[in-house]
């Protein structure tokens, strides 16, 4: 999301972008499963916004609203789970009513498509190489070379990191390469499962769970209450980052999500252990948790080069968003001052 927030301001400033995406589609942890006849958003499950909001970001959201791509999300179901004495007991999240949440009836993947949709988009594309020479930077993938007066690097830090130390010795600072070694995140191993018709979901007081003291389960989301889909419900199942430790080089990835339901059968509902479908995706770089440089990070070379994301300041889609305007605001300001 940074990237084509990013990438969108700047080329609707008149320059000429290319955004080079390593996966088949756009947005990172803005994703969305397509499963027969349904769809699970397996990432960020829901975007928010602060009422009364007149940012940039917040006219994005409203305008997102005013297309129909998210629809109000009500926070009267999302609940607190708290595990005692073996059982999950359940309260009603407090909220100061100060944000409203949106879900995607399309999938929250949506968000990202509509800000990448004007965008030339190269997917599939790993970059491998990126050095300067002679003033123009010069950028490899696995099959593609390209070249640009600017680059933003907006991905993880561990991975930006990989890319930034061979240029340590175009004259890329050692500070930069620790503020990107000091950045951590929480893996995440998400459980995705499908059930029949005829188990008693619409039962849940809830849409959300977000679970409390819980060694394998941090939040469950009932996608089936975000849209209307001619299946039986499904939901999107996120595990703490203790029990990804533990589980997320597994080979057989589909026994790892089941045991996560066997324990939401445990102590919430027996049928959570008879789903019809079951899928699992690991996110290796999933919430940034430490680290955060609090701004973007400038390469301070010769040309251009921004190394950004949302874990410059937080985890959310807003920080995301409102990171990749700064960077496009700065760099407008840096290649105006270069071709003077």
Known sequence: MTGLACALALQN???????????????????????????????????????????????????????????????????????????????????????????ASEGITAIAKELAQSLPIELTQRVTGLHLDSNIWQITTEDKAFQAKAVVVAIPAPQALDLCIPLVQDGLSAAVIS??????????????????????????PWAELRCHNDPIIARVICDRRKREMPTGPCFAIHSTPVFVMEHFEAADLSAVGQQM??????????????????????????????????????????????????????????????????VAQQLKQQLLDCSR
């Open 13 to 103: 400033a008149g320059y000429r972008v290319v955004v080079v995406e390593k996966s088949r589609g756009v947005g990172g942890r803005v994703a969305t499963r397509h499963l027969p006849l349904s769809l699970v958003d397996h990432g960020a499950p829901t975007v928010e916004r602060a009422l009364y909001d007149e940012s940039p970001y917040g006219a994005y959201i409203a305008a997102l609203v005013e297309q129909g791509i998210v629809q109000p999300w009500s926070g009267n179901q999302i609940y607190d789970a708290y595990l005692s004495q073996g059982r999950w007991s359940l309260a009603l999240m407090q909220s100061s009513g100060a944000a409203q949440y949106y879900a």
């Open 261 to 326: 339901l066997d324990h939401i059968a445990q102590v919430y509902a027996p049928w959570f252990a008879q789903p019809e479908l079951v899928q699992v995706h690991r996110w290796r770089y999933a919430i940034a948790t430490n680290g955060y440089p609090g701004h973007p990070l400038s390469a301070q070379l010769s040309q251009p080069l921004w190394i950004c994301g949302e874990w410059c300041v937080g985890s959310t889609i807003q920080n995301a968003f409102e990171v990749g305007l700064e």
């Open 179 to 204: 503020v990107l070694q000091n950045v951590q995140f929480d893996p995440c191993i998400t459980a995705i499962a499908g059930y029949a018709p005829s188990v008693p979901w619409q039962n849940l």
